[in-house]
């Protein structure tokens, strides 16, 4: 017997809460491996360094943001 058949089939909220979840982690996890690689005791960076660290961010966050307000019309 196929256990998918008598499945109710998931909403599109459902899979997207169901994504979001694990996405988060993944990104709250990438941004603390980053916050650690401030520490000048284990790491030697320049303002340049964070400079490009900084841009590469804001622009990531600006084209999350765009996507979904585009999305959202």
Do not use: W
């Amino acid at each position: 017997m196929n256990k998918e058949k008598n499945k109710p089939k998931e909403t599109k909220q459902e899979k997207f809460n169901r994504i979001l979840e694990n996405r988060l982690i993944g990104f709250v996890t990438a941004t603390d491996r980053l916050a650690k690689m401030s520490n000048k005791t284990y790491f030697e960076y320049t303002d340049s360094d964070k400079e490009r660290i900084f841009n590469i961010i804001d622009s990531e966050v600006k084209f999350l943001k765009d996507q979904f307000l585009r999305y959202n019309k």
